[in-house]
C-alpha cells in the first residue's frame, strides 16, 4: 500500500526532517486512493475529494475550490517548516572525510532509530515485493509501454527540475538572504501545491481550449518537475553559496574567466549535490500519481497509473508485480543519478 | 611604488581611509586591533572593494578596476588551493586561469613547485598535503606569477609557532629574491618584527603610513600601545 510513498519519505529522510510533515501533507491522494479505493469513503482528505470531484462527478468549480484549500494548508504548513534553519551539514573544507567524534553508543542508538524508521518502509515493501515476485510472469505486457513513459517522464522533468534549480541557484545564491528566501518561497510553491491541486488548474485552464489529455506527457513532466523543486533548491542552494564564498575572491584574484569557473570549478564542486537532486527528481517523477491520474486516457499510462488501475480491478497479484517493476526503475534511476554525482575519483 | 591617495572605503557603518606612500622591495606588515580595518584594506588593495573617493596608483598610473588585472597575487589565510584540481593544475592556474597551459608552461609550473620543495607532489591533491605543504603550493603560484605586488592575509596563521616560522622565512626569502613589493596582515608583533622592514599600524578606520618597524614597536603610539598591551616584543 505504502508503495507510491515510499520515495517521498526516503527522500524526507535523507534531505532533512523538516521536509516531512510537507510531504506526509502532499502525498495523501496516492495513499487514500488506494486504501479507499474507488468507493466514496465517508471520511477523505482534500486531495481524495478533489480528486472524485474531478473523476466521478467532473465538476471542475467544486475541484477548483478544494484545490485551493488544499494549497492555502499546505502553504502554511510549508512555509512554517522553511522557517527552521538548515544545519550545515557539508563544510568538508578539502574534501576530506569527515571522521565521527561521537562514540559507539550514540551509533547503537543512530542504528537503532534507523532500524525502527527503515522498517515502517521495508515490512510493507517487503510484502508487495515478496507477492510481486510470484507473480512476476504474470504481469500485463503494457507494461513496457508504461514502463517507457514512465522512464521518459522522469527523465524530462529531472532535466527540467535541474535547469530550474541551477537557474535559481546560481541567480539567487549571492544575494542577500531575503532574496535567498523568495527564491526558495518560489520552490515552496511546488511543496504547496499538490499535483493534484496544480494538474487541476492547469485542467481548468486548457479544458475551454483544447483536449487536456493531449497534453498529458509534457504536463506531467513539468509538474513532476516542480514538486521536486524544492527539493532540488535546498540541496542546491547552500553548495553554490558555499562555493562562492569560499572561492569567489581566489578566482577573482586569479581572473579567471566566467566560463572556466563554470565548468572546472563550479560544475566539479557541485558534482555531488546535482547528482542527489536528479535522483531526487527521477525518484519522486517516477512514484507520481497526481497529474497522470487526472490527464490519461485509457490508452496512456505511467506504472503508478497502471498498478492503481490493476488494484482498482482488484488484480491484486498482477497489481504486486507491477510494483516490483516500479520499486526496481525507481531506486536504479536514483541509485544512478546519486552514483553519477559520487563517480569523481577526486571528489571522493 | 604603491600610493593609496587619500582612499576612502565604505562598508555599511564602517569606514577605512588610507593616505600613503609603499616603495619598491618593502616588506610592510599591517597590524592593530581586529575591526580596525586590516582586512578592509588588503580587499581594498587587492581590487574586491569600491573605493567611494580617492584613487590608488602602482607606479605613478592607477591601478586597474579589475582584481585579475592588477599587478598583484594573494595568499589568503584559507581556500587558496581547490580542493578537486592537482596541486600542479592549482599552481599553473596563476599563469593561465583558462587552464590551457602549453608544455613551456607546465615546465614552468613544475619548476615553481620544485623551488618550494614539492616537486613530488605535482599529481597529489590539496588534501594530500599538510599545512605547511599547501602553503608552499600557494608560495609556488606567487612565483609562476611574476607579480610585483603580494598581498598576504594571515596566510600561517593555523600553522603551529615552529612551522610558521619556517614559512615565514620562505616567503621572505622568495619576496626578497624576486624583489617583490609584500603587506602582511598578521596578529602576531613577532611574524611582524620577523617578516618586515617596516609597519601600517591600521586602527580605528585609519591606516597609517608605514613607520620603520623597529623603532615603532620600541616607542609605540598609543594605539599601538593598547593594541599590544604588555605582550610588546
Redesign the interface.
Same mark, same amino acid.
Given at each position: 500500500m505504502g508503495l507510491f510513498s515510499i520515495d517521498r519519505r526516503a527522500d524526507a529522510a535523507r534531505y532533512g526532517s523538516r521536509g516531512f510533515p510537507a510531504c506526509l501533507l502532499t502525498m495523501p491522494h496516492q495513499l487514500c486512493c488506494s486504501i479507499g479505493g474507488r468507493g466514496r469513503a465517508k471520511g477523505t482528505t482534500i486531495e481524495l475529494a478533489i480528486y472524485q470531484a474531478f473523476r466521478l462527478d467532473f465538476d471542475l468549480g467544486k475541484a477548483a475550490s478544494l484545490a485551493l484549500v488544499q494549497f492555502t494548508i499546505c502553504g502554511a504548513v510549508s512555509l512554517l517548516a522553511f522557517l527552521v534553519p538548515l544545519p550545515q551539514t557539508d563544510g568538508l573544507g578539502l574534501d576530506r572525510v569527515v571522521q565521527r567524534l561521537d562514540g559507539p553508543q550514540h551509533r547503537i542508538w543512530d542504528g537503532l532509530w534507523i532500524s525502527v524508521a527503515s522498517a515502517f518502509l521495508v515490512l510493507p515493501l517487503g510484502a508487495v515485493l515478496m507477492r510481486g515476485l510470484r507473480h512476476m510472469l504474470e504481469v500485463p505486457p503494457q507494461i513496457f509501454v508504461a514502463s517507457l513513459t514512465s522512464l521518459t517522464i522522469a527523465i524530462i522533468s529531472t532535466a527540467l527540475c535541474l535547469a530550474m534549480a541551477l537557474t535559481l541557484a546560481l541567480a539567487f545564491a549571492r544575494r542577500g538572504s531575503l532574496a535567498r528566501s523568495l527564491a526558495e518561497a518560489t520552490g515552496i510553491l511546488g511543496l504547496a501545491s499538490s499535483p493534484l491541486v496544480v494538474g487541476t488548474g492547469l485542467f481548468v485552464l486548457i479544458f475551454p481550449y483544447a483536449q487536456p489529455m493531449a497534453f498529458a506527457l509534457p504536463i506531467t513532466a513539468s509538474v513532476n518537475a516542480m514538486m521536486a523543486l524544492p527539493f532540488a533548491l535546498r540541496v542546491l542552494m547552500p553548495a553554490v553559496r558555499e562555493t562562492y564564498g569560499d572561492y569567489l575572491h581566489l578566482r577573482m584574484s586569479l581572473g579567471m574567466g566566467r566560463w572556466i569557473w563554470m565548468t572546472r570549478i563550479l560544475a566539479p564542486r557541485l558534482r555531488r549535490p546535482i547528482g542527489f537532486s536528479a535522483g531526487l527528481a527521477a525518484a519522486l517523477s517516477m512514484g507520481d500519481l497526481g497529474v497522470i491520474a487526472l490527464f490519461a486516457d485509457p490508452d496512456l499510462q505511467t506504472l503508478p497509473l497502471m498498478l492503481y488501475r490493476l488494484m482498482g480491478a482488484y488484480r491484486m497479484d498482477q497489481a504486486a508485480a507491477t510494483a516490483v517493476v516500479l520499486v526496481v526503475q525507481s531506486l536504479f534511476l536514483f541509485w544512478m543519478f546519486d552514483r553519477g554525482g559520487r563517480g569523481h575519483a577526486t571528489l571522493r | 611604488m604603491l600610493h593609496l591617495d587619500r582612499l576612502c572605503y565604505q562598508l555599511n557603518e564602517f569606514s577605512l581611509t588610507a593616505d600613503l606612500q609603499i616603495a619598491a622591495g618593502d616588506r610592510v606588515a599591517v597590524i592593530g586591533p581586529s575591526g580596525g580595518g586590516k582586512s578592509t584594506l588588503l580587499n581594498g588593495i587587492? @581590487? *574586491?572593494l569600491v573605493p567611494r573617493a580617492g584613487q590608488m596608483l602602482w607606479n605613478g598610473q592607477s591601478m586597474p578596476d %579589475? +582584481? @585579475?588585472?592588477r599587478p =598583484?597575487? #594573494?595568499l *589568503?589565510q &584559507? %581556500?587558496?588551493l *581547490? +580542493? %578537486? =584540481?592537482t596541486v600542479l593544475d592549482n599552481v599553473a #592556474? @596563476?599563469l593561465r586561469? &583558462?587552464?590551457r597551459l602549453s608544455v613551456a608552461q607546465k615546465a614552468q609550473a613544475v619548476a615553481a613547485l620544485d623551488q618550494v620543495g614539492l616537486g613530488d607532489k605535482a599529481m597529489a591533491? +590539496?588534501?594530500d598535503l599538510s599545512g605547511g605543504q599547501q602553503g608552499r603550493a600557494g608560495l609556488a603560484r606567487v612565483l609562476l606569477r611574476q607579480r610585483p605586488l603580494l598581498l598576504l592575509d594571515e596566510p600561517f596563521a593555523a600553522l603551529g609557532p615552529a612551522l610558521k616560522d619556517e614559512m615565514l622565512e620562505i616567503t621572505r626569502q622568495i619576496v626578497q629574491q624576486a624583489g617583490i613589493t609584500a603587506l602582511m596582515v598578521t596578529h602576531d608583533p613577532q611574524d611582524a618584527l620577523s617578516f618586515a622592514e617596516y609597519a601600517i599600524l591600521v586602527a580605528e578606520g585609519q591606516a597609517q603610513a608605514p613607520a620603520p618597524i623597529g623603532p615603532l614597536f620600541d616607542h609605540p603610539p598609543p594605539a599601538l600601545q593598547s593594541y599590544l598591551g604588555r605582550r610588546a616584543p
Open positions: - | 587587492a @581590487g *574586491f %579589475h +582584481p @585579475g588585472e =598583484l597575487s #594573494i *589568503f &584559507d %581556500h587558496n *581547490f +580542493p %578537486h =584540481l #592556474i @596563476g586561469p &583558462d587552464m591533491y +590539496p588534501r
